[in-house]
């Protein structure tokens, strides 16, 4: 099992509020990666990063902000929810290599976002 | 369009039996094809994964198999369990750039009964 710790698990707020995920590994990934995935849909990059002080757009665009401060940590922030927020949210990580996305990654367990 | 299509979207079988589940790409230039498992509520854990001159790979109880001619790929899975019970996603990358990005499928959920 990966390394890759995601919090909270579950998360209910109301539209307006500010929130941050927490996205965090322990094995030493220079690539981290955040998702959105909506029930029986695919997987949609939003953001990543290659390193520290590195983040990227992903394919889909995204009212949330991530930062990469540290090798582990990964946060991602949504500075007013709304409920077209609503989603599972996945964080990946994977190891060292060549600048390319392709390498096998590893994801934590999710977090399910509902806004009100 | 570079895209992944799966099949079938849901799929019910009885514990202790074999299923294939199926997955069509466009995706181009091809990198590596991989299957991952999603058990509900979990992140996606890589089951296989296979390049352009591999055309099957196993895994315990799950095999992939790769035609990169006609671009198709199947996940078998043997003597099922209730354990097996996910989703499984085909995910196909590419080399057309330095950052050779994933595509994934919508996933297949099978759902094994006892």
């Known amino acids: 099992e990966a390394d890759i710790y995601q919090t909270p698990r579950y998360l209910v707020i109301g539209t307006g509020k500010k929130i941050t995920l927490e996205c965090s590994q322990t094995m030493g990934h220079d690539k981290m990666y955040w998702y959105q995935q909506d029930p029986g849909m695919e997987l949609h990059l939003i953001h990543y990063s290659y390193g520290v002080n590195s983040t990227e757009k992903g394919d889909l665009s995204s009212e949330s902000t991530v930062s990469r401060i540290r090798t582990e940590h990964f946060p991602l922030t949504l500075e007013s929810a709304r409920p077209s927020h609503t989603s599972q949210y996945l964080c990946?990580?994977?190891?060292?290599?060549?600048?390319?996305?392709?390498?096998?990654?590893?994801f934590g367990p999710g977090t399910r976002l509902t806004v009100l | 369009k570079n895209q992944v299509e799966q099949s079938p979207q849901s799929l019910i079988i009885l514990e202790g039996k074999n299923c294939t589940l199926q997955?069509?790409?466009?995706?181009?230039?091809?990198?590596?094809l991989r299957w991952y498992k999603q058990d509900t509520g979990r992140g996606p854990v890589s089951l296989t994964i296979m390049t352009f001159s591999e055309n099957t790979k196993s895994n315990g109880r799950y095999t992939a198999t790769l035609d990169a001619d006609t671009k198709q790929s199947s996940l078998h899975i043997t003597a099922s369990q209730l354990s097996d019970s996910a989703s499984y996603i085909c995910v196909v990358s590419d080399r057309g750039s330095t950052l050779g990005r994933l595509y994934f499928g919508r996933g297949t959920q099978l759902t094994v009964w006892p």
């Open positions: 997955c069509n790409y466009t995706v181009s230039p091809f990198s590596n």
């Open positions: 990946a990580s994977s190891a060292p290599g060549d600048r390319a996305l392709s390498n096998t990654q590893y």
